[in-house]
């Protein structure tokens, strides 16, 4: 399982190349509601849909007490984004 952050699903849209990322076999790629959020270009917003519907990428919300709390203290410290609070929050959370 791999969760993604914005900037790396922004870099793989921006080049047109997402299927690269989400095409590695033998990986489940998530990315928090978060992320989703910031992708807020229309034509990178439909391309991560496709992904989504596809059932190559998959949405996922940071809802378990842990990862709250884990998001709770990273936000609080303010270095980093929404995105980057809530992936890294689950992938601690998640192992």
């Known amino acids: 399982?791999?969760?993604?952050?914005?900037?790396?699903?922004?870099n793989f849209l921006r080049v047109g190349r997402l299927?690269?990322?989400?095409?590695?076999?033998g990986y489940e790629?998530?990315?928090t509601d978060h992320v989703r959020a910031e992708v807020t270009e229309p034509a990178h917003a439909e391309v991560l849909r496709g992904a989504v519907q596809g059932a190559r990428l998959r949405e996922v919300r940071v809802d378990a007490d842990e990862e709250v709390a884990a998001?709770?203290?990273l936000m609080k410290e303010r270095v980093l984004g929404l995105g980057e609070c809530s992936a890294?929050?689950?992938?601690?959370?998640?192992?």
């Open 1 to 10: 399982m791999l969760i993604l952050d914005t900037s790396v699903l922004l």
């Open 29 to 31: 790629f998530l990315m």
């Open 19 to 25: 299927d690269l990322l989400v095409g590695l076999p």
């Open 71 to 73: 998001f709770g203290r």
């Open 88 to 95: 890294l929050a689950m992938a601690v959370c998640r192992g």
